[in-house]
């Protein structure tokens, strides 16, 4: 065999085992979104405040992950002050995340609540910019405006202060505190692995809350319990680690693509779980939110 050959099926080789870990990275992101969207229902599964329902599931996501450090053992971990407080910070932005998110749709209903944080890849456009110093385009402002319509078709004719209303405002909070975490997690997942990111920032926004659940008396009952330990160990354990391992092979607006189809899986979990059937204005709305942002992460990620 001579250089030259011997050169191509080296080449060839390489070029399969990239094409592997890519195809790898494009589906525990879809798998992790898929639970991303059962994850929403479980606002109406458990009749519990938002903040109790995030704490169950930090909590219990916190054990999982921490058995998975036991066993694999990163070499990687955050030492010093600073890196701590970071995470912490994470922490903090990620329960206020989900707190607005399962707030969201229990005031209104699964699709409101899904749809409205879908809004997250625009929050994500005009983030990158700003966070490398690019400039924002013309086609940015354009589709902040598509979204802004999408949500005004979603909530009409609803009364203002309405709980479709409502529950649109904070899914799109929801979103923007998304928005955050996909960005810092895109930068952390350079410096250590997936699992210690997780389980660190469930650990933080767990810890946050415990003050809150000693403040204020909640009765969890074993069947609540139950689904607590299914939302932490399976929709947000297994999915946080599998999102952000994705991240590691897949560019955040890829990602933010993907992550589009939450609403689509929580709307078909919810009308076939729930009998939850999302009114014509929802889904009118939902379509030009879910279009333009497809639509914007492609443009962005082809430049």
Same mark, same amino acid.
């Given at each position: 065999m001579?250089q030259?050959?011997?050169?191509?099926?080296?080449?060839?080789?390489n !070029?399969?085992?990239?094409?592997k =870990?890519?195809?790898? !990275?494009?589906?525990?992101?879809?798998?992790?979104?898929?639970? @991303?969207?059962?994850?929403?229902?479980? !606002?109406?599964?458990?009749?519990?405040?938002?903040?109790t329902?995030?704490?169950?599931?930090?909590?219990f996501?916190?054990?999982?992950?921490? +058995?998975?450090?036991?066993?694999?053992?990163?070499? /990687?971990?955050?030492?010093?002050?600073?890196?701590? /407080?970071?995470?912490?910070?994470?922490?903090? +932005?990620?329960?206020?995340?989900?707190?607005?998110?399962?707030?969201?749709?229990?005031?209104?209903?699964?699709?409101?609540?899904?749809?409205?944080?879908?809004?997250?890849?625009?929050?994500?456009?005009?983030?990158?910019?700003?966070? @490398?110093?690019?400039?924002?385009?013309?086609?940015? #402002?354009?589709?902040?405006? &598509?979204?802004?319509?999408?949500?005004?078709? #979603?909530?009409?004719?609803?009364?203002?202060?309405? $709980? +479709?209303?409502?529950?649109?405002?904070?899914g799109?909070?929801?979103?923007?505190?998304?928005?955050?975490?996909?960005?810092?997690?895109?930068?952390?997942?350079?410096? @250590?692995p997936?699992?210690?990111?997780?389980?660190?920032?469930?650990?933080f926004?767990?810890?946050?809350?415990?003050? +809150?659940?000693?403040?204020?008396?909640?009765? =969890?009952?074993?069947?609540? &319990?139950g689904?607590?330990?299914l939302?932490?160990?399976?929709?947000?354990?297994? /999915?946080?680690?599998l999102?952000?391992?994705?991240?590691?092979?897949? $560019?955040?607006?890829?990602?933010?693509?993907?992550a589009?189809?939450?609403?689509?899986?929580? =709307?078909?979990?919810?009308?076939?779980?729930?009998?939850?059937?999302?009114?014509?204005?929802?889904?009118? !709305?939902g379509?030009?939110?879910?279009?333009?942002?497809?639509?914007?992460?492609? $443009? $962005?990620?082809?430049?």
């Amino acid at each position: 065999m001579d250089q030259c050959t011997s050169l191509g099926f080296t080449s060839f080789a390489n !070029g399969l085992k990239l094409k592997k =870990i890519e195809t790898s !990275g494009l589906l525990e992101t879809h798998a992790a979104v898929l639970l @991303f969207g059962l994850a929403g229902l479980f !606002g109406k599964f458990l009749d519990l405040p938002a903040w109790t329902i995030v704490l169950g599931r930090t909590g219990f996501a916190t054990a999982a992950l921490g +058995v998975v450090l036991i066993v694999v053992k990163p070499l /990687s971990l955050p030492r010093g002050i600073k890196t701590i /407080s970071l995470f912490g910070l994470l922490g903090l +932005v990620l329960a206020v995340h989900w707190i607005t998110f399962f707030h969201a749709i229990q005031i209104s209903t699964v699709a409101v609540g899904l749809l409205a944080f879908s809004t997250f890849p625009v929050f994500i456009t005009f983030l990158e910019p700003w966070w @490398f110093n690019e400039t924002i385009r013309a086609i940015d #402002m354009v589709t902040a405006l &598509m979204v802004v319509l999408g949500l005004c078709i #979603m909530v009409y004719p609803a009364p203002f202060g309405g $709980r +479709v209303l409502s529950g649109a405002l904070w899914g799109t909070v929801s979103g923007f505190t998304f928005a955050i975490l996909s960005l810092l997690n895109r930068k952390w997942v350079q410096d @250590f692995p997936p699992v210690v990111i997780a389980f660190y920032q469930n650990a933080f926004a767990a810890l946050i809350l415990v003050p +809150v659940m000693i403040a204020v008396d909640v009765r =969890i009952g074993a069947g609540q &319990m139950g689904l607590l330990v299914l939302l932490g160990v399976i929709c947000t354990a297994l /999915s946080h680690a599998l999102f952000i391992r994705g991240l590691t092979f897949v $560019r955040t607006q890829l990602a933010a693509v993907i992550a589009c189809l939450e609403p689509v899986y929580g =709307i078909v979990f919810a009308y076939f779980l729930l009998n939850e059937t999302p009114s014509a204005h929802t889904l009118a !709305g939902g379509i030009v939110i879910l279009m333009t942002t497809l639509v914007a992460m492609i $443009r $962005r990620a082809s430049v």
